[in-house]
Nanobody, 127 residues
Framework: QVQLVESGGGLVQAGGSLRLSCAAS????????MGWFRQAPGKEREFVAV????????YYTDSVKGRFTISRDNAKNTMYLQMNSLKPEDTAVYYC????????????????????WGQGTQVTVSS
């Protein structure tokens, strides 16, 4: 089973940028499609973005389209989330997850689609 560790979160002003990283160990990241989810206080964990195992297919939730970019470097066993034009409503704990199925990818994946999760990294956007 793959182990995942997120990093790169922090405090940023509205309009600023952050880049999150998700480092994998235990198994090759290239074995998995990967995704980012986030959970704000008092809310359920929600889908943010997902990327196929080769990086050729990506999907985003509507609220981050045009602002966030998901990418991966399989040689470095790392996935990224570049977040630009951040808004206070982006404040949440961000989690990366490894998709259970490397061959199919839904544009709107759900939590049960993912079998491994990192511990999360806090992103706080001040107004």
């Amino acid at each position: 089973q793959v182990q995942l560790v997120e990093s790169g979160g922090g405090l940023v002003q509205a309009g600023g940028s952050l880049r999150l990283s998700c480092a994998a160990s235990g198994r090759a990241l290239s074995s998995y499609s990967m995704g980012w989810f986030r959970q704000a206080p008092g809310k359920e964990r929600e889908f943010v973005a997902v990327i196929s195992w080769r990086g050729s297919v990506t999907y985003y939730t509507d609220s981050v389209k045009g602002r966030f970019t998901i990418s991966r470097d399989n040689a470095k066993n790392t996935m990224y989330l570049q977040m630009n034009s951040l808004k206070p409503e982006d404040t949440a704990v961000y989690y990366c997850g490894a998709h259970r199925n490397p061959f199919t990818l839904s544009p709107t994946p759900t939590l049960p689609d993912f079998g491994s999760w990192g511990q999360g990294t806090q992103v706080t956007v001040s107004s």
